[in-house]
């Protein structure tokens, strides 16, 4: 496997006053998955569930509390300095906003080139060269070279992240809603050149995303995410075809239909979330479920494969 994710927990401190402690949110609580070579996983569930938290501990932007990462069979929270860097070239990410992300005042050649000199020993016409080249593959020619951030469009703002993400051939790119901010029309144009991406550079994916419609069509597997946990996770096929969780099952009917005389996408799922910072013994999602029962309330699921590629954790199925 190239990344393997054992047991992560992320625990955010809640602060009461200045020395104390009040007790923790728990972000992101006990998950585990792996993405193997030229493979996309698609990790969805709504905001606030601990989709992006996963990201920066995977990425080591966060220290993780407990459990494991291991990168090419590498133990992510033991490197460190040099080979943190080192780390980096195979393992890059593309943010939501195309235009929070890059550098107002830098120009595009500077912005894809900065990760080239953060890396060390390349040569100014080698940088030039290799430039040219990926913006060419994300589609932007030669005159976009010396533009600045504002005076592209969203969509172009987010091909030059990812030729930012790509200038180092890495591995794996960890996708964080990378299209939820750009028009219906330009979603589909940045799908589309990140699947043909992929397959011309042999890329696995992360792929972040609350829109599970977008999920099913760049995913090779999906996991669900809710309040730190994942609820159930299968090939796309599988979860798509025989949606289990109840959480997945909400999720499904909130996703918009294309089909003629077909509502879809107007409802909602009744309810909040849980406090994170003091979850039940048993389901997070008992309050919100159609279904709960008592044993929800009490012992918490814990996921169960139903067959080769699909498992869920709900006391109910």
């Known amino acids: 496997m190239l990344l393997e994710v054992k047991e992560l927990k992320k625990y955010y401190p809640i602060k009461q006053g ?3 402690i009040g007790g923790y ?3 992101v609580d006990g998950i585990s998955f792996s993405i193997g070579e030229s493979e996309t996983l698609g990790l969805v569930g709504e905001s606030g569930c601990g989709k992006s938290t996963v990201a920066k501990v995977i990425l080591k932007l966060e220290n993780l509390t407990s459990g494991n990462v291991y990168f090419k069979d590498i133990d992510v929270k033991e ?6 860097i080192s780390f980096r070239k195979n393992l890059q990410i593309v943010f939501q906003d195309p235009y929070g992300s890059l550098n107002p005042r830098m120009r ?3 912005l894809v080139a900065e990760p080239l000199w953060a890396q060390g020993n390349v040569k100014k016409k080698e940088v030039h060269d290799r430039i040219c080249s990926v913006l060419d593959k994300v589609g932007l020619g030669a005159e976009y070279l010396s533009k600045y951030p504002h005076q592209l469009s969203g969509g172009q703002r987010q091909r030059v992240s990812i030729a930012r993400a790509l200038v180092l051939n890495p591995k794996m790119i960890i996708l964080d809603e990378p299209v939820s901010a750009l028009d219906v029309s330009i979603q589909a144009q940045i799908l589309n050149l990140m699947l043909w991406l992929k397959e011309t550079f042999n890329l696995s994916y992360l792929f972040i995303s609350h829109d599970l419609s977008v999920v099913e069509y760049i995913s090779d597997r999906v996991a669900v995410m809710y309040m730190g946990k994942i609820v159930e996770i299968g090939s796309t096929q599988e979860i798509f075809a025989n949606t289990i969780h109840p959480y997945t099952q909400e999720l499904m009917l909130a996703v918009p239909s294309l089909e003629p005389g077909k509502k879809g996408g107007r409802r909602t799922i009744l309810g909040e979330p849980l406090n994170p910072s003091n979850p039940p013994l048993g389901c997070r999602f008992y309050n919100r ?3 709960v029962r008592s044993i929800c309330r009490e012992e918490e699921p ?3 494969r139903i067959s080769e590629n699909h498992s869920v954790a709900c006391h109910g199925f």
Do not use: P, R
């Open 18 to 20: 200045i020395f104390k």
């Open 25 to 27: 949110v728990h972000a």
């Open 79 to 84: 490197i460190h300095g040099q080979q943190l």
């Open 108 to 110: 595009v050649n500077e």
């Open 289 to 291: 479920c159609s279904f």
């Open 302 to 304: 814990y996921l169960q």
